[in-house]
């Protein structure tokens, strides 16, 4: 009876952390916020980030044909759409949509991808936080 003692609770553990480690990605908390986001790449440009700057950035085209506020609307307070596909784009503030900016993976694939249609390029650190003190500090 006492190893049964010993080695049930024991049993237990490893089988609720096995569990544990089965459960989908999608069932773990957010990895960052808009703020620690805004934190990095304020870093990473070794200046602040300037909402002005960002409200211009994200207004302006930049060679191309599209500007962030072509698919994410002006203000990107309210669902978008994108230019070429019209597929709906979830609000781009923080404020707006409590996911924006919560997935550090998300985050750096989007960034890159947008970037790359906007500008044919990535943006740079400073710019990337320049965008995110403009978004972030758009308020209802």
């Given amino acids: ?38 934190s990095h790449w304020s870093a990473q440009a070794g200046t602040p980030g300037n909402a002005d700057k960002g409200r211009a950035f994200f207004n302006t085209k930049h060679g191309g044909e599209w500007s962030c506020a072509s698919c994410h609307g002006t203000p990107p307070t309210a669902q978008g759409k994108h230019a070429s596909t019209s597929k709906s784009i979830a609000p781009l503030a923080p404020a707006f949509n409590p996911k924006a900016f919560t997935d550090t993976a998300k985050v750096d694939k989007w960034f890159r991808r947008n970037c790359k249609d906007v500008l044919s390029r990535e943006c740079s650190a400073g710019e990337k936080a320049d965008v995110l003190a403009y978004l972030n500090s758009l308020k209802p």
Avoid at 8 to 18: D, I, R, V
Avoid at 30 to 35: I, K, Q, V
């Fill in 1 to 38: 009876m006492t190893v049964f003692r010993t080695f049930f609770p024991a049993a237990l553990l490893l089988a609720a952390t096995l569990a544990s480690a089965l459960l989908p990605a999608t069932s773990q908390a957010a990895d960052t916020s808009p703020a620690e986001q805004l």
